[in-house]
T-cell receptor, first 111, second 114 residues
Framework: DAKTTQPPSMDCAEGRAANLPCNHSTISGNEYVYWYRQIHSQGPQYIIHGLKNNETNEMASLIITEDRKSSTLILPHATLRDTAVYYC????????????FGQGTTLQVKP | EPEVTQTPSHQVTQMGQEVILRCVPI?????FYWYRQILGQKVEFLVSFYNNEISEKSEIFDDQFSVERPDGSNFTLKIRSTKLEDSAMYFC????????????FGNGTRLTVT
């Protein structure tokens, strides 16, 4: 089973920041936090990952709490194309690539 | 940006028939994966493959399934005798050799078993 807990759904107004929370209270010291999203049954798309420091890339920011038990994915200016299911995954699988997907959060960006 | 490509996008087959799903991973990637998603359900790991060997496989990946890298570019998933419950989206993914690098997924093959 997935080792993360996410709200099943969230709404966000277009142009506003979307803040997607994730709880991973049983995370181990060598596990990374990954975020992927899936737009309308396309293949999952990698967004960002981190170990303990906050991370930012061209798509999003990842804020990890100091105790690493939770994290927040931030889409700074959500667009309609960001409507998708967002998955928070913790993994220490290295190169075996075994990601355990949960149900994720369905983010609906509204005009 | 390089991408993982999968063919066909949709495959319909009769129960008991063999199917081969094809994938072309990103060219400099060395790790390859198959995942599947039954309609309305979670994305599930099937198998990972490196250096012409299976690295890890799930309980789903039983003797009916096999993977192969027949040449330098293709990565295939074969289902020997399809069942109705094999109907799903099958996603191929690849990643670089460096640890903890992200997976890049293709857009999937929708397999329908009738």
């Amino acid at each position: 089973d997935a080792k993360t807990t996410q709200p099943p759904s969230m709404d966000c107004a277009e142009g506003r920041a979307a803040n997607l929370p994730c709880n991973h209270s049983t995370i181990s010291g060598n596990e990374y936090v990954y975020w992927y999203r899936q737009i309308h049954s396309q293949g999952p798309q990698y967004i960002i990952h981190g170990l303990k420091n906050n991370e930012t890339n061209e798509m999003a920011s990842l804020i990890i709490t100091e105790d690493r038990k939770s994290s927040t994915l931030i889409l700074p200016h959500a667009t309609l194309r960001d409507t998708a299911v967002y998955y928070c995954i913790v993994s220490n699988s290295g190169n075996t690539g075994k990601l355990i997907f949960g149900q994720g959060t369905t983010l609906q960006v509204k005009p | 940006e390089p991408e993982v490509t999968q063919t066909p996008s949709h495959q319909v087959t009769q129960m008991g028939q063999e199917v081969i799903l094809r994938c072309v991973p990103i060219s400099n990637h060395l790790y390859f994966y198959w995942y599947r998603q039954i309609l309305g359900q979670k994305v599930e790991f099937l198998v990972s493959f490196y250096n012409n060997e299976i690295s890890e496989k799930s309980e789903i990946f039983d003797d009916q399934f096999s993977v192969e890298r027949p040449d330098g570019s293709n990565f295939t998933l074969k289902i020997r005798s399809t069942k109705l419950e094999d109907s799903a989206m099958y996603f191929c993914a690849s990643s670089e050799a460096i640890s903890f690098r992200p997976l890049h997924f293709g857009n999937g093959t929708r397999l329908t078993v009738t």
